[in-house]
């Protein structure tokens, strides 16, 4: 059975909260428009689009497509949301510059080659400094952690301490571990400001056998939701969200 925990009070879940918060002192929420790059199962395209947000999907696999496209109809379907097959690290060539009010990057850096690219591509494709860019990536302490915590396995630990990549469970294969200094380095690199940070899965994939997921739920959910907002917690997360905008000259973000 599949638990949602990590993800009740994640980015997707983040990021929606901060776009009501937006649309509800907006007057042009019908003009706004999201990208959502690598989609997942196209869950929060759902959610922005019933804000009345339009929102393309971008994605390689035509698999993860489909999915988001199943999930699409099984909501009801949406005249808001279009998916499009397309390269991650070719934004400026695929979409014009300036299009997009919401750049939703959740998980898609581990799987490609030059996530700077990547970032690089998705500023371009931002409208201006009041564009949210969210993003969603596996932070390297959290699989040291996840190794000793959950496996028991010190070897493994030990490895991770110094290893580039970890394994993955969706392709079975091995994808990028970010430290912070990483992170902030290919945003900062992009020309990105970094407005806000919170950690993903602080503690429920370091919960032991004795814990249920599902009876446990709502009590795992509270302490992910305060555990993540705070700042010595942020290390030992297995995935950072960050919220960032264009930068503007002598933006500091949230340094």
Known sequence: MLIAIPCAWSAASTLILLVYAFVLTSDWTNSLRALDLGCGTGAAAVRLARLGIHVTLLDSSATMLA??????????????????????????????????????????????????????????????????????????????LKAVLQAGDLAAAEHNLTAERGPESLYGGRVLLFTSEAREAILKDASLTINARRGVRVIADYLPAQISRSAGYERIFVLERNLGERREFFGVARFIHCLASCATPGSEGDE
């Not at 099984?74 to 695929?94: H, M, N, W």
Request: proline content about 4%.
């Open 67 to 144: 999915l988001a496209e199943r999930t699409i109809v099984e909501a009801g379907g949406s005249d808001k949301i279009t998916a499009k097959r397309g390269d991650a690290a070719q934004l400026a060539d695929i979409f014009q510059t300036g299009s997009f009010d919401i750049f939703l990057c959740h998980n898609p850096l581990e799987y490609v080659d030059d996530p700077g690219a990547v970032l690089r591509g998705a500023e371009r494709v931002m409208r201006d400094s009041s564009a949210i860019l969210s993003v969603l990536a596996p932070n390297h302490a959290g699989e040291v």
